[in-house]
């Protein structure tokens, strides 16, 4: 008895040691480079616009204000949309993928996984580039179509949402699949065989053990897409040819052309508030899952 | 007559290159406890399996009351598992689990409840319903998987070492717990042991398996006495095992000429010149200074070994081979190292074919 206790607190000891020696250069990294400029935008966006585009430093709530005005609000409201629009088909997409990968032995599924992860090797301006070539007007795309007889005059698809929303669906499926194929790959087959055995079809395997039981990849999956996608600028900036607008796009404009250093900072802080929202909700989802799963 | 519940016509199952079942035909009878009983990788679990539905038979029909099965998904067949590792699916509470089957098929909500409190009850875990399979002991987990299946009448109820991962004790209680239900319940019980004595306590009847091949069926009683392959003789209980060749028939005496020397065993259809092989329990095996008639097997005493109401005696033979020998009582006259010659009544030895291969 007395044994075990020592036991396990000089376990708890040993655990304790490493955890402050390596907190160390973590918490004044963290503070030096993700808190501190996290802080100096809160505080700019409180600040007021000088005539020259600089920053004057006395306090407004000004920028905040211009937040509430409907242009900002339909381009927040847009970006949300496209953030969803995003994180639902990658969803719908990588899930069956990850599904198909996770039930390959483990050499074809590794293939499989760098198969998926090759594109981001490549310079992601390229990438988006070579998208506008293959489907401008006179692209191979519309070629193809035409050729087909699917339609008889080219198709409009650069700068048009459509095409912002798929440069993002593929930009951010590797995010979706990661950790839907881990937390898949972790399903062990005999549950699966059980609920067939009690009766249950496929489908109704899949609702009823598969995907309860996958839950906490599709909340990593969720967060990982939903929140670069709200953020993310260059897929729009080229996609949509400076047409289609989300608050990416925004921020940017304002602590470069525009020089509105405290809008942008508003703008940003924002984001950084719907971003803590969902981390939120997912530790909360993460903790019922631990109990409940686990 | 009884009517077979499962049957499997020459049911082959090939991995790739590998042949882990072959040619196997078995009949189950409705009601009967059958064990399979081999040594690990004899191919149980694959046999279990093909019945279940998880794996395809390579050749051969596989019935379920009397309907070819082949075609049918695992979820169509009337017959339900007992995993090794349990698979309670770790999501949902004790009652969930046991009412899955239920609820698929849609039964109402109140007979579910009703069904579920008699099957906890019967597997005494009233009051468990809203745990969390993690928060179950082994033998608990494993009462639960037993409820799951059971909950759902099955024609066969499958089960795959389902005391394997519990310890000695447990497993004994369990033992006669499972015994119990399967009496009170009339359900036809297809159990995969590699434990032997498990198989004989708890059996009506005992399949034993060896890489692949069904080597004997037979009630625990039959298996044990008239073992019918060298295999089964080896495998079930301790015994002797000598390999030699018919010398002379006389009646129902049978001379065999082994590389230990010549003896004597009983039975029927062998010739002389054919080979074959006689098994001996300890128990029946006797000693003496001199030859006794129709033997000739000198040895040498090797050492003793007390088991508690057993003594064990380990015999040195002259082809370098080592026979046991047990009594209750050990014989003071014996000493390590004492030349003797061993014999038995011919009729408690059991004279087996050399199979095909
Ligand atoms: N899916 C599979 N693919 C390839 N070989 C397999 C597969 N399943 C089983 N085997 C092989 O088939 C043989 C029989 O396996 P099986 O699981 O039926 O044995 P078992 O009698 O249940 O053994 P144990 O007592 O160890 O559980 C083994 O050699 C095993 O390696
Ligand atoms: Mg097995």
Redesign the interface.
């Known amino acids: 008895m007395s044994k075990r206790k020592s036991d396990s607190s000089t376990g708890r000891h040993r655990r304790r040691l490493p955890a402050l020696a390596t907190a160390g250069p973590v918490s004044v990294w963290m503070i030096l480079f993700v808190t501190l400029p996290m802080l100096f935008i809160i505080y700019i966006s409180f600040m007021s616009r000088g005539v020259f585009g600089d920053v004057v430093y006395t306090f407004s709530l000004n920028s905040y204000h211009t937040l509430l005005d409907s242009t900002y609000f339909k381009v927040i409201s847009k970006s949300l949309e496209a953030a969803l629009l995003t994180t639902v088909l990658c969803l719908a997409l990588g899930y069956p993928f990850a599904y198909y990968i996770a039930r390959k032995p483990p050499e074809t599924a590794s293939k499989l996984i760098m198969l998926i992860m090759i594109p981001f090797w490549t310079n992601s301006l390229m990438r988006l580039n070579s998208w506008l070539l293959l489907f401008q007007t006179s692209g191979p795309v519309n070629a193809f179509l035409q050729w087909t007889g699917i339609t008889d005059h080219p198709v409009t698809f650069i700068y048009t949402d459509a095409l912002v929303i798929l440069g993002l669906i593929t930009n951010m499926l590797p995010f979706a699949v990661l950790p839907l194929y881990s937390s898949i790959e972790k399903l ?1 087959n ?2 699966l ?9 496929p489908g ?1 395997t899949f609702l ?2 598969t995907l ?2 996958t839950f906490p990849g599709i909340f990593s999956a969720i967060i990982l897409v939903f929140i670069p996608s709200l953020g993310i600028y260059t897929v729009s900036d080229i996609l949509g040819g400076g047409k289609v607008l989300y608050i990416g796009n925004i921020i940017r404009n304002q602590f470069g052309s525009i020089r509105n250093w405290p809008l942008g900072a508003a703008l940003s802080v924002l984001l950084l508030v719907i971003t803590g929202l969902l981390i939120f909700i997912y530790t909360r989802f993460a903790k019922i899952e631990d109990m ?3 | 007559m009884s009517e077979s519940i499962v049957s499997l016509i020459d049911v082959e199952k090939r991995f790739g290159s590998n042949l882990v079942v072959r040619k196997m035909s078995l009949e189950i009878q409705r009601g009967e406890f059958l064990t399979l009983l081999g040594p690990s990788g004899c191919g149980k679990t694959t046999t279990l399996r093909m019945i ?3 794996e395809d038979a390579t050749s051969g029909i596989i019935k379920v009351q009397g309907e070819q099965v082949e075609d049918k ?3 169509q067949r009337d ?3 007992v ?1 090794q ?1 349990y ?5 949902m509470t004790v009652y969930d689990n046991v009412a ?2 239920l609820t ?2 849609k039964v109402p909500k109140e007979e579910i409840r009703r069904r579920v409190t008699e099957m906890l009850a019967l597997v005494q875990l009233a009051g468990y319903d809203k745990r ?1 399979p ?1 928060a179950l002991s082994g033998g608990q987990k494993q009462r639960v998987a037993i409820a ?2 059971l909950i ?1 009448n099955p024609k066969v109820l499958l089960l795959d070492e389902p005391l394997g991962a519990l310890d000695l004790k447990l497993r004994k209680q369990m033992q006669i717990e499972l015994k119990r239900l399967q009496k009170k319940l009339g359900i036809t019980f297809v159990y995969v042991t590699h434990d032997q004595e498990e198989a004989l306590t708890m059996s009506d009847r005992i399949a034993v398996m060896n890489a692949g091949i069904l080597e004997q069926v037979g009630t625990p009683m039959e298996i044990y006495q008239y073992p019918k392959t060298r295999f089964v003789a080896g495998f079930i209980g301790e015994s002797n095992l000598f390999d030699g060749t018919v010398k002379a028939v006389e009646g129902n005496l049978i001379q065999v000429e082994t590389s230990a020397g010549l003896l004597t065993t009983c039975g029927q259809g062998f010739q002389p010149g054919e080979e074959m092989h006689v098994s001996i329990r300890p128990e029946h095996l006797e000693i003496s200074r001199e030859p006794a008639e129709g033997f000739a097997l000198p040895g040498k005493i090797k050492d003793f070994t007390y088991m508690g109401t057993m003594v064990k005696t380990a015999l040195d033979m002259a082809d370098g081979s080592e026979l046991k020998f047990s009594r209750f009582e050990h014989d003071s006259r014996l000493r390590e190292g004492d030349p003797v010659y061993v014999f038995w009544r011919p009729e408690k030895s059991v004279p087996i074919k050399k199979s095909a291969t």
């Open positions: 062990e005999s549950l065989e059980a609920s067939s055995d009690l009766g249950a079809t109704q009823r053990v309860p039981l409940e799963v686990v | 279940a539905g998880f998904e695992p979820y017959v339900n598992t995993f590792n698979s309670l699916f770790p999501h899955y089957g698929i098929k969390k993690d799951r299946a759902n």
